[in-house]
């Protein structure tokens, strides 16, 4: 008998087939993407302009003050509280998921955003990031780089059917990598061993490969039977 997936792990859909981004689930999604959207510029904009303090108070006058209405309301508290609520309106797990990953979610400030897909075996990836995450001069952070890596390879490890957590991401940095300009990202399963899933994956640059990244995910023991 199929058991059903435990709400906590089932992701189906939410890998997308096309290199373009999916509309937002409903209106309340697409102004948060919005929101998010807004917030990067802001951030970007003050790491990049000369700014006078008497402005730079004046903004975070105005931004408490936003931040207090928004903190005002319901607390939903991460992807699986944000899916359980009143989900048929709100969106199921994975367009949940898809929209608050650190890494990839629109609708999350933090994320670069990736966009992330899968064709041919193979999950594919593009990102802008902005100076917003600069590490050595005019170029991108290593550890965004890790996230990135981990996302991607995270991703592509539900092509096994079954998911699991990072264990180990090791990763080899060929060449900086600018900032402000799409950069592609591709992985694949390389073997799977038992409950270890060992996947490879490149970050490119135009046609320069920055880093390649080898990656084992680790599947709990009864994981296999709860993901979808
Ligand atoms: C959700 C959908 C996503 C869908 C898409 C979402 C993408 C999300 C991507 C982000 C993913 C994350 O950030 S995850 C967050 C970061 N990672 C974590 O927090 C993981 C923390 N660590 C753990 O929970 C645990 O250590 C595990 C699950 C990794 C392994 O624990 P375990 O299951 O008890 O492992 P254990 O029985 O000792 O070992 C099993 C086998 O794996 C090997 N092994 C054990 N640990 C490691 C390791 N770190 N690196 C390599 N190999 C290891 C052992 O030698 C053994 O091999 P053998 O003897 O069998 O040969």
């Known amino acids: 008998m199929q058991k059903t997936p435990s709400i906590a792990y089932n992701l189906s859909g939410w890998m997308d087939t096309s290199p373009e981004v999916r509309p937002a689930v409903n209106d309340n999604w697409q102004s948060r993407r919005e929101l998010a959207a807004a917030l990067r510029r802001l951030n970007t904009a003050v790491l990049t302009r000369d700014v006078p303090t008497e402005l730079l108070q004046s903004v975070t006058a105005t931004m408490q003050a936003e931040a207090a ?41 933090i994320a670069p955003p990736m966009h992330i897909w899968q064709t041919d075996g193979r999950v594919h990836a593009c990102v802008t990031p902005s100076w917003s995450y600069e590490g ?43 900032l402000n300009k799409t950069l592609h990202l591709v992985a694949k399963v390389d073997r799977v061993v038992g409950r270890k899933k060992f996947m490879v994956g490149e970050l490119w640059a135009d046609d320069v490969r920055t880093a390649s990244c080898k990656g084992v995910f680790i599947s709990e023991r009864n994981w296999p039977d709860a993901i979808a």
Not at 146 to 157: E, I, R, S
Not at 161 to 176: C, D, S, W
């Open 69 to 109: 209405r928004i903190e005002a309301n319901e607390v939903v508290p991460g992807t699986k509280a944000q899916a359980e609520r009143n989900s048929t309106q709100h969106g199921q797990l994975p367009d949940i998921f898809y929209e608050i990953n650190p890494a990839s979610g629109q609708s999350n400030a």
């Open 136 to 178: 050595p001069f005019e170029h991108l952070h290593g550890g965004i780089i890790a996230l990135l890596f981990d996302q991607v390879l995270g991703a592509g490890q539900r092509i096994t059917g079954v998911a699991g957590r990072t264990g180990t991401l090791e990763i080899r940095f060929h060449h900086p990598t600018l």
